[in-house]
């Protein structure tokens, strides 16, 4: 059976559709499923920022057809991992837990590169330099859990 991986941070149109996009663009698809969430619910069926769209283009990855979604609690049934992009993000899922297995699948994104607890900024409100560092973040943990998986 497929190992199920969902990213999530608080738009779902920045940073987790970036997640998404990079880590299925390094893993099998047949055998790693990679999705995407929010914990906000403020942009559910729009397509990803246009500042996400453009740099994950610039890098040969198309993240143009995903659309925005809110985390729910079944999520935690669906995924094997769940990834939160910061802090905020993961008391957020975390929240939403039902039991210790629940809680046991998340995980900060960026100690998947050194084990530090450093977390993926919010760009949505800075320029398109932030985009390409957040895109840089992302990709040096999608490089760690595609070798580990
Ligand atoms: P994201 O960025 O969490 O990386 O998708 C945000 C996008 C939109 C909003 C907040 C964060 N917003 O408040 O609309």
Do not use: W
């Not at 199920?4 to 608080?10: A, D, E, G």
């Not at 198309?62 to 008391?91: G, L, P, T």
């Amino acid at each position: 059976m497929a190992t199920k991986i969902l990213m999530v941070c608080l738009g779902n149109i920045c940073r987790s559709p970036l997640a998404e996009g990079i880590l299925q663009s390094l893993v099998d698809p047949t055998k790693i499923i990679v999705d995407s969430a929010g914990t906000g619910g403020y942009h559910i069926g729009e397509k990803p920022d246009y500042r996400s769209i453009a740099i994950a283009k610039e890098h040969g990855i198309d993240i143009s057809k995903q659309r925005c979604r809110k985390f729910h609690v079944a999520d935690f049934r669906e995924f094997d991992v769940i990834y939160a992009m910061d802090k905020s993000n993961y008391a957020n899922i975390i929240a939403k837990a039902e039991n210790a297995n629940d809680v046991k699948k998340v995980r900060l994104l960026l100690t998947e590169i050194d084990g530090r607890e450093n977390q993926v900024p919010d760009p949505y409100y800075g320029g398109a330099d932030g985009f390409e560092n957040v895109f840089n973040m992302i990709k040096m943990a999608c490089i760690e859990i595609a070798k580990k998986l």
